[in-house]
């Protein structure tokens, strides 16, 4: 069964830093595209990347939130860096594969909390 796990959320106080991590388990397949969502009013993104490389990034995260990948692990990571009370949230992962035959399949994680102090 694939599933999509998070962890490194947590409570952090203003100006410091957080490093979300994802990994795809209980498949072969590798991803197409991972990327993080933040809840907010409704899900949007943070930051996304693609197996090759590619990176998009909201504008509130540019220059302080960075997007990485292990291609071989299928895990990717949300480094998080100056921290703002605002950029409290659940974050979830959401992964794009392709099956044998060529479908897309399409996974979310459960979310990580992250708290921001002022």
């Known amino acids: 069964q694939v599933q999509v796990v998070e962890s490194g959320g947590g409570l952090v106080q203003a100006g410091g830093s957080l490093r979300l991590s994802c990994a795809i388990t209980g498949t072969d397949l590798s991803f197409n595209a991972m990327g993080w969502y933040r809840q907010a009013s409704e899900r949007e993104m943070v930051a996304h990347i693609t197996?090759?490389?590619?990176?998009d990034y909201a504008d509130s995260g540019k220059g302080r939130f960075t997007i990485s990948k292990d291609n071989g692990k299928n895990t990717v990571y949300l480094q998080m860096n100056s921290l703002k009370p605002e950029d409290t949230d659940v974050y979830y992962c959401?992964?794009?594969?392709?099956?044998?035959?060529?479908?897309?399949?399409?996974?979310w994680g459960q979310g990580t909390q992250v708290t921001v102090s002022s």
């Open positions: 197996s090759t490389g590619n990176t």
């Open positions: 959401a992964a794009d594969l392709t099956d044998e035959m060529g479908a897309p399949l399409h996974y």
